[in-house]
């Protein structure tokens, strides 16, 4: 015996490679699962309390540019249809996956799999031009109460 510990062989390091690899889609999958439905919530207590705020805070007859705060809310409900979208995109993706693994071809699902990363950053930054424009929307409406 040469002294080679056996946790080093090429077979533990090609198990504990495996096992690590296995992690990290679950780590992948919980933070995907994690991002949709913070977006989701985000996206639709925004428009929740925008409405609110334009009834309850500002009222009806609100100086504020009623444009900037249609588009806030477009962009946000844009935001809902593109993660509901990324939703049936992966469900695709993934039962195409299933399909090329049978058939003994790498799992790429396709069209799909390359496209619902682009539709999950539109999502995120349909959200953030929401909060610009509700944020223009407020500043507008505030200068036009104080007269400026």
């Known amino acids: 015996m040469t002294g080679a510990n056996l946790a080093d062989s090429p077979a533990s390091a090609t198990a504990e490679a495996a096992k690590d690899r296995e992690h990290l889609i679950e ?18 207590g925004a428009l929740a309390v925008t409405f609110g705020f334009l009834k309850d805070v500002v009222g009806l007859s609100a100086g504020g540019s009623r444009t900037t705060l249609l588009i806030a809310w477009a962009c946000w409900c844009a935001s809902l249809a593109c993660t509901l979208f990324s939703f049936l995109m992966s469900v695709g993706a993934l039962r ?12 790429r699902g396709g069209w799909r799999g390359r496209f ?9 930054l ?23």
């Not at 780590?27 to 639709?44: F, H, M």
């Not at 195409?96 to 799992?107: F, Y």
Request: contains cysteine; aromatic residues 12%; proline residues 5%.
């Open 27 to 44: 780590a992948s999958q919980k933070s995907q699962e994690d991002y949709d439905k913070t977006l989701i919530t985000l996206s639709g």
């Open 96 to 107: 195409l996956a299933v399909t090329q693994l049978d058939q003994g071809q790498p799992p």
């Open 116 to 124: 619902i990363p682009w539709i999950n950053w539109i999502a995120g």
């Open 126 to 148: 349909l959200f953030i031009a929401g909060v610009a424009f509700v944020g223009c929307f407020v500043w507008e409406t505030l200068g036009a109460r104080h007269g400026k």
